[in-house]
C-alpha cells in the first residue's frame, strides 16, 4: 500500500523547544517506547584516531564511505563504521568475534564539545519501537534519495502536513529531494540515516546500497542491528559483531 508523505515549512508548532541553542541536535522529537521520547544527534558519529577525537558529520546526509578501508590506530583521517561495542576501541578491525564480546556504548566519550555520557545508543526494543510501532510508524519512514545521498527518513512523532510537496514514499523508485527540500524537512525536524555502506575487515562494501546501524542489544554472539536497502526494506535483525556499522546516537528527553 503506497504511503503519502506531504511537507509544508510553515509546520513548526511540533519542533522541540527545550534544547539549548548550541547543542548538536535536532529539534524532531521520536518516540522509542510507550513512555519514552528522543532527539537525535546532528549526523552519524566519526572518530579520528590519530588525534583521539570524536565528532558528528557535519551534516546528516554526510558519510565517509570508502576511507573506512584504511582504519588503524595511526590513520590521520576520520572513520564512521565501526564494530558492535566499540566505544572503547574505535580501531578495532579484526575479524575475530569473541573480539567484540563486550558492549561499551561510544556515547560513554567525550563528543565534539559534549561531555562524556551525554549520548546513547537505541537499544534493539527502542529501534522496533521506533520504526514498526509508534503511532503512525509506517507513514514516517521510508527511502529516499535526499540530494543525490540515499538512505532512511524519519520523520518525528507529532509530524503535520499539507500539500505544499506530495511524496510518494511507497513508490517502487525512491522519492527525490532536492537542497531546498531538505532544508525544509530537516527544519522540521526530519531525521536521514544515509545508506553508507559496511566494513568487514578492511573491506568497505554496499555503500550507498544499505544503511547499517548498531543498536546496544546483544544477541548470542551477533548483535541486532537496522539494515535498509536501495529499495526501501527495513529489516531489524541480527549482525555479525565484528562488521562495521553506522552509528547514530540519541539523547533522552
Known amino acids: 500500500m503506497k504511503k503519502k ?76 563504521l565501526f564494530g558492535w561495542g566499540t566505544g572503547d576501541n574505535p580501531t578495532n578491525s579484526s575479524r575475530v568475534g569473541s573480539d567484540y564480546q563486550f558492549f561499551v556504548d561510544w556515547g560513554t566519550n567525550k563528543i565534539g564539545k559534549d561531555s562524556s555520557k551525554s549520548w546513547r545508543t537505541l537499544t534493539f526494543d527502542e529501534w522496533a519501537y521506533l520504526l514498526e510501532k509508534r503511532p503512525n510508524a509506517n507513514q514516517l519512514r521510508g527511502g529516499v534519495d535526499m540530494n543525490g545521498v540515499s538512505g532512511l527518513l524519519l520523520l518525528p512523532d ?5 500539500a505544499d510537496i506530495t511524496l510518494d514514499l511507497g513508490s517502487e523508485k525512491y ?14 525536524g526530519a531525521v536521514f540515516l544515509p545508506a553508507a555502506g559496511w566494513r568487514s575487515g578492511d573491506d568497505v562494501e554496499y555503500v550507498q546500497f544499505v ?43
Open 5 to 80: 508523505l506531504l511537507l509544508t515549512a510553515c509546520v513548526m508548532a511540533f519542533l522541540f523547544m527545550g534544547c539549548e541553542p548550541n547543542e548538536p541536535q535536532l529539534k524532531g522529537v521520536f518516540s522509542v517506547a510507550a513512555d519514552k521520547q528522543v532527539v537525535f544527534s546532528t549526523g552519524n558519529l566519526q572518530y579520528h584516531p590519530a588525534n583521539k577525537k570524536w565528532r558528528f558529520a557535519e551534516t546528516q546526509t554526510q558519510y565517509i564511505g570508502e576511507k573506512n578501508a584504511q582504519i588503524s590506530s595511526s590513520y590521520n583521517g576520520w572513520i564512521d
Open 158 to 162: 507529532n509530524w503535520e502536513s499539507t
Open 175 to 188: 522519492p527525490s529531494f532536492t537542497a531546498d527540500q531538505w532544508s525544509q524537512l530537516e527544519a522540521l
Open 211 to 253: 544503511g547499517a546501524y548498531w543498536s546496544s542489544t546483544g544477541y548470542a554472539v551477533d548483535a541486532f542491528s537496522v539494515y535498509f536497502f536501495f529499495d526501501e526494506v527495513v529489516h531489524i535483525d541480527v549482525g555479525v559483531r565484528d562488521t562495521g556499522h553506522s552509528v547514530r546516537l540519541v539523547k533522552d528527553l
